[in-house]
């Protein structure tokens, strides 16, 4: 049975700095990685997929890293801004069928 | 415009009811999921579809049956609901692999009196 770590539980930061989340998976058997972002009272919002075979995804301020051997993610933000205060949520995926499984979540907030 | 959406947004209602939850999209998904979040913001699995095939069935109770009339559509029924189900549901959906990552509705806030 998969589960997912994510630490710190909750990250305040000035705005500005660069931080590191981080999502940690018992089984290395996956498919993908998903970074998803949440904010209160609302669904939730892709952020980037990493595939298997991938090391490494960037999307604008954010990149995300996968070490599937030692079953770890992380996700970097650079240049944090009061906007990124949401809850990030990892989700590796074991099977192509899409089954999910999700962690606890990282809150942020950063402050202006 | 939406990609995933939800009906009801809210659902407030009585122990012992049976109540209902409509999803569709229209990004011409092949698979659907419902996932449940709890008090703690803990997502859960609950069910997934695959062109109209039930693909994933995680332990739910069989008070709960999702129906998927067609590939676009994937609705949840709950019988004799309980205090316990009580959380946000959200519906997504995903194409086939390798593009699958998943588009989430804005969910479902249900409220078992």
């Known amino acids: 049975k998969q589960e997912v770590t994510q630490i710190p539980a909750a990250l305040s930061v000035p705005e500005g700095e660069n931080l590191v989340l981080n999502c940690s998976f018992t089984?290395?058997?996956?498919?993908?990685l998903q970074w998803f972002r949440q904010d209160p009272g609302k669904g939730l919002t892709s952020l980037l997929l990493?595939?298997?075979?991938?090391r490494e995804q960037t999307s604008g301020r954010l990149n995300a890293s996968l070490d599937k051997s030692s079953g770890r993610s992380t996700l970097y933000i650079a240049a944090s801004q009061p906007g990124d205060s949401a809850t990030y949520l990892c989700?590796?995926?074991?099977?192509?069928?899409?089954?999910?499984?999700f962690g606890d979540g990282t809150t942020l907030t950063v402050k202006p | 415009d939406t990609a995933v959406s939800q009906t009801p947004k809210y659902l407030v209602t009585q122990m012992g009811n049976d109540k209902s939850i409509k999803c569709e999209q229209n990004?011409?998904?092949?698979?659907m999921y419902w996932y449940k979040q709890d008090s703690k913001k803990f997502l859960k699995i609950m069910f997934s579809?695959?062109?109209?095939?039930?693909?994933i069935n995680e332990t739910v109770p069989n008070r709960f049956s999702p129906k998927s009339p067609d590939k676009a559509h994937l609705n949840l029924h709950i019988n004799s609901l309980e205090l316990g189900d009580s959380a946000v549901y959200f519906c997504?959906?995903?194409?086939?692999?390798?593009?699958?990552?998943?588009?989430f509705g804005p969910g479902t806030r249900l409220t078992v009196l």
């Open positions: 997504a959906s995903s194409q086939d692999p390798p593009l699958n990552t998943q588009y």
């Open positions: 089984d290395s058997a996956i498919y993908n």
């Open positions: 990493i595939q298997s075979s991938q």
């Open positions: 989700a590796p995926s074991r099977a192509n069928a899409g089954k999910s499984t």
């Open positions: 990004l011409g998904h092949d698979t």
């Open positions: 579809y695959n062109n109209k095939e039930l693909i």
